[in-house]
């Protein structure tokens, strides 16, 4: 039988080292289709290689690692048990006298096969958010692109009415400086006629003068 102190170091956490760097730190991500754990600068590069580029790398506490052995928790209060049940009721490890003691009644679950179970619904929890995130990115990528046609059609419109604003700003300084051409040549024309009117009626005085100054030597003649 494995001693007590036997198990407990073999439950010491050891940190997978990086499969292709063998640094122990920054180990944050696992290949689940290489079966390797990462550190962060191996990420990278393991998504950029022609091989491996289209592999599903996760953070390592997501990492479905196959063939994996696992080492039972030793239960507290029965020193030198291995807790190797689960209560499915109480949602607990025990060992086998805990469950004597206190679990007898509920429904259990060998350790190993809870475990497989929990697998499981882990990967089917897996596919399930990479489907929706899939899912969230094409909706995504979808929203881009119509953001994207939006702004290219709001543009054609505005140059589209810049242009009509310059044609329209043209059209209408034509216009108006045709009427102001046609004001100043009223003024023009209005001006000649004014003095043409004022000439006429300067020499129709100037004749009457001349007409009276003669019918008054005339009639101071036959005086």
Not at 85 to 101: K, P
Not at 179 to 193: D, T
């Amino acid at each position: 039988m494995t001693s007590e102190l036997a198990i407990r170091s073999a439950q010491v956490h050891v940190p997978d080292p990086c499969a292709w760097c063998e640094n122990i730190q920054d180990v944050n991500w696992y290949c689940n289709d290489c079966q390797e754990a990462l550190c962060d600068g191996c990420k990278e590069s393991h998504q950029r290689a022609r091989k491996t580029r289209n592999d599903v790398v996760v953070p390592i506490t997501r990492a479905i690692k196959q063939n994996q052995t696992f080492l039972p928790e030793v239960c507290k209060t029965h020193h030198g048990k291995s807790c190797d049940l689960y209560c499915c009721d109480c949602e607990i490890v025990m060992c086998a006298i805990c469950f004597t003691e206190k679990h007898s009644q509920h429904d259990f679950k060998n350790i190993d096969l809870e475990i497989d179970i929990q697998k499981q619904f882990l990967r089917e929890l897996l596919i399930t958010l990479d489907s929706n995130l899939d899912y969230f990115n094409d909706n995504i990528s979808n929203r881009h692109e119509v953001s994207k046609s939006f702004e290219e059609n709001v543009e054609v419109i505005r140059q589209s009415v810049q242009t009509q604003r310059f044609k329209l700003k043209e059209e209408i300084n034509f216009k108006v400086d045709s009427v102001l051409v046609e004001l100043s040549s009223l003024v023009e024309e209005e001006e000649i006629s004014h003095n043409r009117d004022c000439q006429s009626h300067e020499k129709n005085c100037q004749r009457d003068q001349t007409t009276d100054g003669r019918c008054g030597t005339s009639h101071r003649n036959e005086i």
